[in-house]
C-alpha cells in the first residue's frame, strides 16, 4: 500500500522538500543540520536504527549489546519537528520527476524532493566470489554482528560436545579472520581475548584457550593505512596476544569447513576452521549505478560515484552524494568524510534557499585514525603524530564516548566496557540459532522476508500506481517552477 507522503497543502503553503537517503553517519547529520533550516525533510531508510559500525565488532564478540551502537533514528529525531522519517529501502531514484521511490515487504513509496542528499553507504565486498559469503559472513550491519556472535559463541559450545565424544575439534577452535584492516585487527584481537580471558573457566571438556584465531590478509602489511611503523607494532601486539597473522595470503576458495589461501610462492595451503567472518573489502550502494546511469558522473571499481567538487551530481546541482558512495580527491570511506559531506550539503542547501552564493569546495579535515587491537592497547595515527599502547587506548575511548548517539547509550557502553576490559566478563554473549541461520533461511526465499507475508491486494497496486502517478504530476509541476526560479534551487 502506498503511503501518502505529504499532508494535501497548497503550492504557496508548500516548503523546500529535502529528502535524506539512508540513516548512518551522513544521513543523520545531514538531516540534523537541516534541524532550523526552512524546510520538510524525509529520511528514508532500510532500517530503524541509526548504526555505529566502528562498534559492530563489539556486539559480534558479547561485549556490547546491539541498543548500544544502534538507537532508533526515530528516537533520535523525535524532537525535530520538521523531520519525519519513514522506514523503506530506497530502490529507485528519478532525476528528471525528482522522486524517490522505497519498498517495505513489498510494499512501494513514492517520495518527491526538491533537493536530495544521498547517503546509503556501502557493503561488503567478496571481489566477485559473493559464493563466499555463505560460509564467511561480512560485519556491516546488527545482523551480520548478531550472526557473528551466534557462530563464535555456538563454535565453542560444539567443540565442547565434539570433545566429550572424543572426537577432533580442531576445526571448530579455529577462528579466520580476512581481512587485516581496522576491523579484521579489531575482530581477531577480541576474539583472541574472549578465548583466552572471558572463556577459560566455563567449559570443561575443551580448553578455550588452545583456540586457534588466524588474521589472514593478501596485502604484506597489517593495517596499510596507518603506516608500515604502526603495521609492525600491530602485528606483534596481535602476535602476543596468540594471534596467527598470515600476510600476503589470498583467499581463493571457503567452503564450510574451512578456506583456501594462496601464498606468495604460488602454493596453496587448507585451513581446516568452521568460522570464518569477512572484512577485506567494500562496494559502494549499488544505487550509484542508477545516477551514473541519469547522469554519466563516472564509476570506479568500487562502485563509488565521480562528484563535482561541491558533492553534486553532474546537471543536478539539487542532488547531493555523501560519504562511502562517493569517488572524490581518494577520499577515505570513513565516518568522518560522511559527516563533513553531510554538513557540506546541508549548508549548500540553506545557502541557496537564503540566496547566497555557494561554498567553497568541499575540504575533508582529516581528524586522525584509531584502531583497538585489544583491551588497553591501540594505535592511532593523527597527523604526523603516532601513538600505541594504553595513550591510543584511550584516546579511541574519549574519541567513542563522544560520538556514540545518545545519553543512555554512552552510560550504559561505559559499564559494559568497564565489565570487560577491568573484570573478564562479557555481559552479552546471548545467541540464538535463529541469530545464525536467518540470513541463509531468507536467502533461499525469491524474495526475502516479503515472501513471508500476504502481497498487496489488487486494490492496493491499483491505488499505489494513481498515487505514483499524482506525485510525479506534482514533481514535474516543482521541477518547472524550480527551473523558472520561482521556488527552490535554480537550475543553474
Ligand atoms: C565494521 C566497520 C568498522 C568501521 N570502523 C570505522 C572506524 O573505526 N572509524 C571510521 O571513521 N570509520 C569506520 N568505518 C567506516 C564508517 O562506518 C563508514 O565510512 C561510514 O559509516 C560511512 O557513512 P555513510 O553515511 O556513507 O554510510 P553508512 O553509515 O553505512 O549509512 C548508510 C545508510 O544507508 C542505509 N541504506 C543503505 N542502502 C539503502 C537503500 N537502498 N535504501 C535506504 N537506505 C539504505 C543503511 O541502512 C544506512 O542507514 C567502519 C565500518 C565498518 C563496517
Redesign the pocket.
Known amino acids: 500500500m502506498t503511503e501518502p507522503m505529504t499532508e494535501p497543502m497548497t503550492q504557496a503553503q508548500r516548503r523546500h522538500q529535502v529528502v535524506v537517503?539512508?540513516?548512518?553517519?551522513?544521513?543523520l547529520f545531514g538531516a540534523k543540520a537541516l534541524k532550523r533550516s526552512d524546510v520538510d525533510v524525509t529520511m528514508?531508510?532500510?532500517?530503524t536504527h541509526?548504526?555505529f559500525?566502528?562498534l559492530?565488532?563489539q556486539v559480534a564478540t558479547g561485549i556490547l549489546s546491539e541498543g548500544e551502537i544502534a538507537p532508533p533514528t526515530r528516537e533520535v529525531l523525535a524532537r525535530q519537528k520538521n523531520t519525519r522519517v519513514l522506514l523503506?529501502?530506497?530502490?529507485d531514484i528519478d532525476l528528471a520527476t525528482q522522486t524517490v521511490t522505497?519498498h517495505v515487504l513489498g510494499r512501494e513509496t513514492v517520495t518527491p524532493y526538491d533537493s536530495l542528499i544521498v547517503?546509503?553507504?556501502?557493503s561488503q565486498s567478496y571481489f566477485g566470489n559473493d559464493q563466499f559469503a555463505e560460509f564467511a559472513p561480512g560485519?556491516?550491519?546488527i545482523d551480520d554482528a548478531l550472526e557473528l556472535r551466534g557462530r563464535i559463541f555456538g563454535a565453542f559450545e560444539l567443540a565442547e560436545l565434539g570433545a566429550m565424544r572424543g572426537e577432533d575439534v580442531d576445526a571448530l577452535l579455529t577462528f579466520v579472520v580476512i581481512g587485516a584492516g581496522?576491523?579484521g585487527v579489531?575482530m581477531a584481537g577480541q576474539i583472541a581475548e574472549l578465548s583466552r580471558r572471558t572463556l577459560d573457566r566455563d567449559f570443561r571438556a575443551i580448553n578455550s584457550r588452545e583456540a586457534r584465531v588466524v588474521l589472514v590478509d593478501a596485502a604484506g602489511q597489517v593495517l596499510p593505512p596507518f603506516g608500515a611503523e604502526l603495521g609492525v607494532k600491530t602485528k606483534r601486539a596481535l602476535e602476543k596476544l596468540g594471534v596467527e597473522v598470515k600476510l600476503g595470503a589470498m583467499v581463493t576458495n571457503v567452503d564450510e569447513n574451512g578456506l583456501e589461501v594462496k601464498l606468495k610462492d604460488g602454493s596453496f595451503e587448507r585451513i581446516e576452521a568452521v568460522t570464518k567472518m569477512w572484512?577485506a573489502g567494500?562496494q559502494a550502494?549499488?544505487?550509484t549505478r542508477t545516477l551514473s546511469e541519469q547522469t554519466g558522473a563516472p564509476l570506479d571499481r568500487a562502485g563509488r560515484i565521480g562528484v563535482n567538487s561541491d558533492l553534486t551530481l553532474p546537471g543536478h546541482p539539487e542532488v547531493f552524494v555523501?560519504?562511502?558512495?562517493i569517488d572524490l580527491d581518494h577520499l577515505p570511506?570513513?565516518?568522518?568524510?560522511?559527516i563533513q559531506g553531510?554538513k557540506y550539503a546541508a549548508k549548500a542547501i540553506d545557502r541557496r534557499l537564503e540566496g547566497k552564493p555557494p561554498q567553497q569546495p568541499f575540504k575533508y579535515f582529516d581528524k586522525g585514525?584509531?584502531?583497538t587491537i585489544s583491551r588497553f592497547r591501540a594505535v592511532a595515527l593523527i597527523g604526523r603524530f603516532r601513538l600505541t599502547g594504553v595513550i591510543a587506548w584511550l584516546l579511541w575511548l574519549g574519541v567513542h564516548i563522544l560520538y556514540l548517539t545518545g545519553f543512555k547509550n554512552r552510560v550504559t557502553a561505559v559499564l559494559h566496557w568497564a565489565v570487560s576490559f577491568v573484570g573478564r566478563g562479557r555481559q552479552e554473549r546471548t545467541a540464538t540459532e535463529q541469530q545464525i541461520f536467518g540470513r541463509l533461511a531468507l536467502d533461499r526465499l525469491d524474495h526475502g522476508a516479503a515472501d513471508l507475508v500476504s502481497p498487496p491486494s489488487a486494490e492496493q497496486v491499483a491505488a499505489q500506481e494513481k498515487r505514483r502517478a499524482e506525485l510525479e504530476a506534482i514533481a514535474v509541476e516543482e521541477a518547472r517552477l524550480t527551473d523558472s526560479g520561482a521556488r527552490g534551487v535554480p537550475a543553474d
Open positions: 537517503i539512508g540513516s548512518g553517519f551522513g544521513g528514508i531508510a532500510k532500517t541509526h548504526l559500525q566502528p559492530l565488532y523503506g529501502e530506497v530502490t522505497s547517503a546509503a553507504g556501502s560485519m556491516k550491519s581496522p576491523t579489531e572484512a567494500v550502494n549499488g544505487l555523501v560519504g562511502d558512495m570511506g570513513v565516518a568522518q568524510v560522511a553531510a585514525s584509531l584502531a
